[in-house]
């Protein structure tokens, strides 16, 4: 499933999944249990991509059941949202964070600030995450 820039609600889909900052991720425990967690994201090729703490719980979860849900904060009124489900697979072959020039682009500061640089963020957060949205909610309507 793909967004459409050329319609108003698929070009502010796209300005919002390429602008925002922190999205949640819900996965699903092994006994059913939803579990979210705001993460850090791009969107690339169609696909959103993350960098998951190889200590994570919801590591297992993936590994268990990789379908999930992934939503972007509202506006202020409430009227705009979006929502992806999709399948999540760790991709071992995809750029390591101090190789992802986008990913360094979008939240290098913050890396630097709060993380210790991208080196040592990528020691912690080493599984390169892939989400295959399979359906959009929200914007577009």
Same mark, same amino acid.
């Given at each position: 499933?793909t ?15 390429s ?8 996965t ?9 967690m ?7 090729d169609?696909? +959103? ?10 590591n ?5 059941n ?5 939503h +972007? ?8 949202? +979006? ?6 697979r ?6 390591a964070?101090?190789?992802n020039?986008?990913? +360094?682009?979008?939240?290098g500061?913050?890396i630097?600030?709060?993380l210790?640089?991208?080196v040592v ?21």
């Amino acid at each position: 499933m793909t967004l459409d820039p050329a319609t108003p609600g698929g070009q502010r889909a796209l300005e919002r999944l390429s602008g925002d900052r922190v999205g949640w991720l819900t996965t699903v425990t092994p006994t059913g249990q939803p579990q979210s967690m705001p993460i850090w994201f791009l969107w690339v090729d169609g696909e +959103l991509v993350f960098y998951g703490d190889h200590r994570a719980r919801r590591n297992a979860n993936l590994a268990t059941n990789p379908r999930v849900s992934f939503h +972007l904060r509202t506006d202020p009124e409430a009227d705009e949202y +979006l929502v992806i489900e999709g399948m999540a697979r760790v991709d071992p072959d995809y750029p390591a964070i101090p190789e992802n020039p986008a990913f +360094l682009a979008k939240y290098g500061p913050s890396i630097d600030r709060t993380l210790g640089g991208p080196v040592v963020m990528s020691q912690t957060y080493s599984l390169p995450v892939r989400i295959t949205p399979a359906r959009f909610v929200g914007i577009p309507r």
